[in-house]
């Protein structure tokens, strides 16, 4: 499972990735500061054919442009062409978020930081199903 | 010892009283007899001294003038009845009064037998019945204009004694009047002997009802004469032991306020005639005393009015023609200026106001139309000392024969409108420290979780076998146990903060049974490796309530029973629901170890308050369902035993439809 990673915080992207390598089931392609930095990537990948995810690791709360901003222009982006999963990782889930995130249809689960290989079996598994 | 009279009865009715030369005199002492001849001679009635043979040691002119007008043979019997009444009077050696016709009047006689010699003074005193009406109408006279006097209760009693009584030339008198428990007689005024000086009474004396011929007359509110005291049992002793009384009740509307009593050394002294005096001069003062009352009780009522309106809690004021007609001593207060001042001519309302509200204006125009009706409003008013007062003011227009005035009460409220700013002041800095430390609590209840979770990741994939040295094996454990601590901490902090923010939550219908489930999953590890058994036993199942308050009173409650389960049996929970009044009553009943509510009782729902050594004892459960029901005006309660286990009992205020 190829995951794209997108979070402000160098320490978390640190553990995501030895997280993900020490598991075996997933690995980080690429990573991205920010919303605009993703979307910026995202565009590049789509139109090259290259990099495409299998998922995005989403965190909310970022500078310039914050997680629920990518999701807005997130389809705008991927222009119809593909569909790529969003996982939102946070280290504080309201329930305001929660229902929130469910108007994404992309939007395919929550993870309360820290990242544990178990997260990352489940987000397989259920990508699997889809 | 001659006992003797000091007073006589004029010829014309009045009274005369015996000057103290005279009284000496009747006591043969120190005086020649060229000078008692002079001393009785002034007095107008008639005086003998007559010795037991019959000869007349002298007479005055009264006496000469009384037997000059009989024929010899009148003259002859008369004198000869005369020594006979003398020898009887120096035989028994008494003082004694009798009774005497002579040329077609009729004398009292007071006979005085002289010690030690065969002879006997006779006083004679008219008593014919015209005499004794112009004489008893001349004390009613001088008692009346007395009583027109009297200002008080006080007043009229001793114008009794000292006005009437002693106008009669009774010996002795004393005034009773009811005492304020209305069983006792006591002694107000006296007359004679009892009173020393001016009005002082001498050893007064208190009767109870029924008690002594004055507390029997009180009683039967009838006036009476007793001729011998000492045949008379109800007789008590006052001052001395004398022979004959008479008591007259003062009544006020048949009710006894006191009596007239007056007694008399010898025997006999009182007649019907004495009776008739005492009971018209006891109608007099009842009259009086009721006159006086009255008044004092007016005067009481005006004087509790005017101390009602002074000591009122505002300012009260009359105003006509925007003059002040009446003024009270706190509106006195209020303004600064003195009674004359605010009642001066040229001095008006409108002279000390500052300034007036909106609602005052409005209230003045309308008044200007005629509405008479209550007004309230505020305004500003500038005191004598130049000081500015905020003043609350109701006004209301009545009316009486000088036309309509204006009745007001002014409040001071300028510290009140003081205190209103401060408190406004103190409010919003209060508000804005609240916002403060609730944005700080959030921040770092959110901000802190993301260093935390990273501490917490950073710590979970550091490889603790590569590092051989064992003391940093340790640090690394114990700062994974820190990190996990501080990420629980968080977690429950944002719980609060949460469930703060929630506290407007909407209503809803819930269902227990569906919640019941939901927390069984969430809970299934801790139920399972518990092998808890939950029984339940709704008797209501859906109602109207907050879902997420029930949802973590089930959460808290099932978890608290799984992780303070008794290791000594299988831990059972009964949850049951009942329908009371307006209310659903919850309980959740363990098997588990009991709480030692003696010693944590109070504590039980506070923050962070702990009771076991659990090592997943957080101390926020309790407290969180304790906030919620609190904040929907429920109610939570515990019973529990150490050993046996812990029953909660939850009240929820259903919402009223």
């Known amino acids: 499972m190829n995951i794209f990673l997108v979070d402000d915080d160098s320490t978390f992207r640190f553990i995501a990735k030895t997280v993900t390598d020490k598991s075996g089931v997933a690995k980080i392609i690429a990573e991205a500061v920010n919303g605009a930095d993703a979307l910026k990537y995202l565009s590049t990948s789509v139109s090259s054919g290259k990099g495409i995810p299998d998922m995005i690791f989403l965190d909310l709360n970022m500078p310039e442009m914050n997680g629920w901003e990518f999701l807005e222009k997130l389809p705008h982006t991927l222009d119809g062409k593909i569909n790529i999963p969003v996982c939102i990782l946070s280290s504080s889930i309201s329930s305001h978020d929660s229902e929130r995130s469910q108007t994404y249809g992309c939007v395919k689960g929550m993870i309360a930081k820290p990242l544990t290989e178990e997260h990352l079996h489940r987000m397989r598994a259920l990508i699997a199903s889809a | 010892m001659k006992k003797i009279s000091n007073r006589e009865t004029e010829n014309d009715g009045t009274m005369h009283v015996l000057s103290a030369a005279e009284r000496h005199m009747q006591r043969g002492t120190e005086y020649d007899d060229a000078v008692k001849a002079e001393i009785l001679n002034r007095n107008p009635n008639p005086v003998f001294c007559i010795e037991t043979g019959g000869k007349i040691r002298y007479k005055n002119t009264a006496a000469k003038q009384l037997t000059e007008t009989l024929s010899i043979e009148e003259r002859g019997l008369q004198m000869y009845r005369l020594a006979v009444m003398v020898r009887k009077v120096v035989k028994s050696g008494k003082h004694q009064k009798l009774q005497y016709h002579i040329n077609g009047a009729d004398f009292r006689?007071?006979?005085?037998?002289?010690?030690?010699?065969?002879?006997?003074?006779?006083?004679?005193?008219?008593?014919?019945?015209?005499?004794?009406?112009?004489?008893?109408?001349?004390?009613?006279?001088?008692?009346?204009?007395?009583?027109?006097?009297?200002?008080?209760?006080?007043?009229?009693?001793?114008?009794?004694?000292?006005?009437?009584?002693?106008?009669?030339?009774?010996?002795?008198?004393?005034?009773?009047?009811?005492?304020?428990?209305?069983?006792?007689?006591?002694?107000?005024?006296?007359?004679?002997?009892?009173?020393?000086?001016?009005?002082?009474?001498?050893?007064?004396?208190?009767?109870?009802?029924?008690?002594?011929?004055?507390?029997?007359?009180?009683?039967?509110?009838?006036?009476?004469?007793?001729?011998?005291?000492?045949?008379?049992?109800?007789?008590?002793?006052?001052?001395?032991?004398?022979?004959?009384?008479?008591?007259?009740?003062?009544?006020?509307?048949?009710?006894?306020?006191?009596?007239?009593?007056?007694?008399?050394?010898?025997?006999?002294?009182?007649?019907?005639?004495?009776?008739?005096i005492l009971t018209a001069i006891a109608s007099m003062a009842a009259t009086k005393i009721q006159r006086i009352k009255s008044t004092e009780a007016i005067k009481a009522g005006r004087s509790k009015t005017e101390s009602l309106i002074n000591n009122a809690f505002g300012g009260i004021y009359i105003l006509r023609d925007h003059k002040f007609e009446m003024v009270n001593t706190v509106f006195r207060d209020i303004t600064g200026y003195e009674e004359e001042e605010l009642l001066g001519e040229g001095f008006a309302m409108e002279e000390l106001i500052h300034d007036v509200e909106e609602s005052g204006v409005k209230a003045m125009e309308e008044r200007a139309t005629g509405d008479k009706a209550p007004k309230s409003y505020r305004i500003t008013l500038v005191t004598k000392h130049n000081e500015i007062r905020r003043l609350a003011v109701n006004t209301v227009i009545l009316e009486d024969e000088r036309g309509p005035y204006t009745l007001g009460i002014a409040l001071d409220i300028t510290q009140l409108i003081e205190s209103e700013r401060t408190l406004r002041e103190l409010n919003a800095e209060l508000s804005e420290r609240n916002e403060e430390l609730k944005q700080f609590a959030q921040l770092a209840s959110h901000n802190l979780r993301a260093p935390v979770s990273?501490?917490?990741?950073?710590?979970?994939?550091?490889?603790?076998?590569?590092?051989?040295?064992?003391?940093?094996?340790?640090?690394?454990?114990?700062?994974?146990?820190?990190?996990?601590?501080?990420?629980?901490?968080?977690?429950?902090?944002?719980?609060?903060?949460?469930?703060?923010?929630?506290?407007?939550?909407?209503?809803?219908?819930?269902?227990?049974?569906?919640?019941?489930?939901?927390?069984?999953?969430?809970?299934?590890?801790?139920?399972?490796?518990?092998?808890?058994?939950?029984?339940?036993?709704?008797?209501?199942?859906?109602?109207?309530?907050?879902?997420?308050?029930?949802?973590?009173?089930?959460?808290?409650?099932?978890?608290?029973?799984?992780?303070?389960?008794?290791?000594?049996?299988?831990?059972?929970?009964?949850?049951?629901?009942?329908?009371?009044?307006?209310?659903?009553?919850?309980?959740?009943?363990?098997?588990?170890?009991?709480?030692?509510?003696?010693?944590?009782?109070?504590?039980?729902?506070?923050?962070?308050?702990?009771?076991?050594?659990?090592?997943?004892?957080?101390?926020?459960?309790?407290?969180?369902?304790?906030?919620?029901?609190?904040?929907?005006?429920?109610?939570?309660?515990?019973?529990?035993?150490?050993?046996?286990?812990?029953?909660?009992?939850?009240?929820?205020?259903?919402?009223?439809?």
Not at chain 2, 518 to 539: G, R
Request: with cysteine; glycine share 6%.
């Open chain 2, 109 to 276: 006689v007071e006979a005085l037998p002289r010690e030690g010699e065969d002879a006997a003074d006779l006083y004679f005193t008219e008593i014919s019945e015209s005499v004794k009406i112009k004489n008893y109408f001349e004390v009613q006279a001088a008692f009346a204009e007395a009583l027109l006097k009297a200002e008080s209760v006080e007043d009229v009693v001793w114008s009794i004694v000292k006005q009437a009584v002693a106008r009669l030339g009774y010996d002795d008198c004393v005034v009773y009047l009811l005492g304020e428990d209305g069983k006792t007689l006591v002694q107000k005024a006296a007359h004679g002997p009892k009173n020393p000086r001016e009005t002082d009474v001498l050893n007064p004396i208190v009767l109870q009802l029924g008690q002594g011929i004055s507390g029997d007359v009180a009683v039967t509110k009838t006036g009476e004469i007793v001729n011998d005291t000492s045949k008379d049992p109800r007789y008590v002793v006052d001052d001395e032991v004398r022979l004959s009384e008479i008591a007259v009740p003062i009544l006020d509307d048949d009710q006894v306020i006191g009596i007239i009593d007056s007694e008399h050394r010898s025997k006999n002294f009182y007649s019907p005639e004495d009776l008739s």
């Open chain 2, 454 to 657: 990273n501490m917490v990741g950073l710590l979970g994939i550091y490889e603790k076998d590569s590092d051989p040295n064992p003391t940093n094996k340790t640090v690394i454990k114990s700062l994974a146990k820190a990190a996990s601590d501080l990420s629980v901490t968080l977690e429950e902090m944002h719980s609060v903060l949460r469930m703060r923010a929630e506290q407007s939550q909407q209503f809803g219908t819930v269902n227990l049974i569906e919640i019941l489930e939901k927390t069984c999953v969430i809970l299934k590890n801790e139920i399972d490796s518990a092998k808890m058994k939950i029984c339940v036993d709704f008797e209501v199942e859906k109602f109207n309530y907050v879902r997420c308050h029930i949802e973590n009173f089930f959460f808290n409650l099932i978890s608290n029973a799984a992780k303070y389960r008794s290791r000594d049996r299988l831990p059972i929970l009964k949850i049951t629901s009942r329908l009371d009044n307006n209310a659903v009553v919850l309980t959740f009943a363990d098997n588990g170890i009991g709480i030692d509510l003696e010693r944590h009782g109070k504590d039980i729902f506070g923050m962070y308050q702990r009771f076991h050594n659990h090592p997943d004892s957080r101390g926020i459960g309790l407290y969180l369902v304790h906030t919620q029901l609190k904040s929907l005006d429920g109610t939570i309660g515990v019973k529990s035993k150490p050993g046996e286990g812990t029953t909660f009992t939850l009240e929820l205020k259903l919402p009223v439809s």
